[in-house]
Structures are given as C-alpha cells and as structure tokens.
C-alpha cells in the first residue's frame, strides 16, 4: 500500500514588492494554519517516510512548520523543483517517480495543480483544496508508477476550517 497526502501550501503573502511569485512568504495567517495542520495530522499518528515540497518559499515554509509539529526532521525535506509551475501531467508524473521505498508521503505544492491531482488520482471529487488543506490518498499499489484513481481510496480531507474554535 501506499500512502499519499497531498497539501496546498498554507496562505501567503502578497505584501512584499519586489519579491518574485517563488519568493512571497507565508502571512500570519498561513504561519498559524501550517503548525495547525501538522498538529492535526500528528494526531493523527501519521509517520511520514518522505516529506517534498515545491521550492516556493511559501511551500517550503509550509512543508517546514508541519514538520516540525510531525516530528519529522526538517532538514529531510526533498525540495522538488519541478513541483513549482507543475501542470498536471508534471505533478503526477512526481508522484509515479517517487522512491517506492517510501510507503508514506507528504506531497505540498500549489494550486489550481494540487486539486486538480488530488481529482486525477482520487475516486472522490474535491471542489477546491484551501490554503493549507490536505487529502490522503490510500493506494492499492506496490509501486509508486501504479497508483491512479482505480486502485485509489480517498481517506481523508481536512483543512484549517475543521480545526477553528
């Protein structure tokens, strides 16, 4: 089996002239959601094998702060270059190259991508992933190359919304 989570990068900033689209950073409000849901999926008792995310600051941040609240050590974070600007055919073809050693990943990148993957890969249809948002994904499958919506389980869907007071 593998195992799949796949996140939209927490919300950022668009209050930095002069910084590039990759480098925008997360806002307050991104820089609480992110621990938040790597509070959530901690207990949840998810052990991560690999966690990637895209090089995007906002990306990286938010695969960083989730880490830390997982246990999972930031500095094994494999940043994925191509994860950035990925159409979907780019963003599954990451996924099916993903060491089949690893049984158990956290995938963070951007949007419209990450929906439109979570949909290409999931049995269940997903309006649209929020900022922060994760899907897990459970897969019948030995190899990461032969994962796809027909061996495909939606587990679960959270976002920060499920986690407000």
Known sequence: ??????????????????????????????????????????????????????????????????????????????????????DLDRLVDVVHGLPDEAGSVLLVGHNPTITDTVNALSPSLINEMSTAAVVCLHFQANSWAEVSRQNAELYFVDSPKNHED
């Open 1 to 86: 089996m593998k195992i799949l989570y796949l996140m939209r990068h927490a919300k950022s900033s668009w209050n930095f002239d002069g910084l590039s689209d990759q480098e925008r950073p997360l806002n307050n409000r991104g820089r609480t959601d992110a621990p938040q849901m790597g509070q959530a999926l901690a207990e949840r008792n998810i052990q991560l094998d690999l966690l990637v995310s895209s090089p995007a600051v906002r990306a990286l941040s938010t695969a960083a702060l989730v880490a830390k609240e997982m246990g999972y050590p930031p500095e094994r974070i494999q940043v994925v270059d191509g994860i950035y600007e990925a």
